[in-house]
């Protein structure tokens, strides 16, 4: 039997193809994951760097709808969607009531830490695809190994003598399925390592951003809290001084 892929699979017996088969749905599983979430991310990062670019010097008081409608314009930035989700629940924590009487930027730091971590999941989606490929496909490599034995032994079986031609078959079986659980299984072990890097610095860097937004929130309520504390204009000053009385 030479080694090609054509004698191999002619060779093998259905248990060791289902086995063969199984293993290369998880490799096309863990490549597709891989592939869609580098585009994901170097998408993300495009786009938030233009947003960046383009708004960076614009967040004030008096434009918060303009920045708003700026970051929709990059709905695939995990950036500007920080960026939008929390000036629009500023704005909207600013013009409702609460009835806990809590601050505007104290509600709106609650909201982002809860979609900082609906956005860390975002990024991650599609990992756990890869982390279980990487951690399943040896032991599915593994049972077509076995089976490749078993196939061996039954050579032997047939044939009732333990020569090389009874059982070259089984073991071929056993070391083709051992060898792609292996491949199958490094890569997606390689792929999960090399993005859980990536998304773990922009997992820093959006909750970096995410404090700065806060940071600059509670600036424009400290300034609109002493605005409306200082005396108005109008109250003049009176004169010391008092008038004598004469007996």
């Known amino acids: ?67 708003i409608a700026e970051a929709g314009r990059f709905p695939a930035g995990h950036l500007p969607r920080l960026v939008k989700a929390a000036l629009s629940h500023y704005r909207h924590a600013h013009e409702t009531a609460d009835a806990s009487s809590l601050q505007v930027s104290e509600r709106t730091r609650r909201f982002m830490e809860r979609y900082l971590e609906d956005m860390g999941a975002d990024l991650r989606r599609g990992l756990a695809v890869l982390a279980s490929v990487g951690s399943v496909a040896p032991f599915v490599g593994l049972l077509g190994t076995v089976l490749g034995i078993i196939s061996a032994f039954q050579g032997i079986a047939s044939s009732g003598s333990g020569g090389l031609s009874s059982v070259s078959a089984g073991i071929s079986e056993a070391l083709v399925e051992t060898a792609l659980g292996l491949a ?54 009176q004169r010391p001084g008092a008038q004598r009385v004469t007996a």
Do not use: C
């Open 184 to 237: 199958v299984a490094i890569p997606a072990v390689l792929a999960y390592n090399y993005l859980s890097t990536k998304i773990g610095r922009d997992e820093g860097a959006l909750t970096a951003a995410a404090g700065e937004i806060l940071d600059t929130l509670e600036g424009w309520e400290e300034e609109e809290v002493r605005e409306h504390a200082q005396p108005p204009l109008s109250v003049q000053r």
């Open 1 to 67: 039997m030479g080694f090609s892929l054509q004698e191999m699979l002619s060779h093998m017996g259905w248990p060791a193809v289902i086995v063969a088969v199984v293993l290369l749905v998880m490799g096309m599983a863990s490549l597709t994951v891989f592939m869609e979430r580098l585009i994901a991310l170097r998408r993300s990062r495009k786009q938030s760097r233009q947003f960046a670019a383009l708004s960076g010097s614009h967040l004030h008081a008096d434009t918060v709808d303009t920045v």
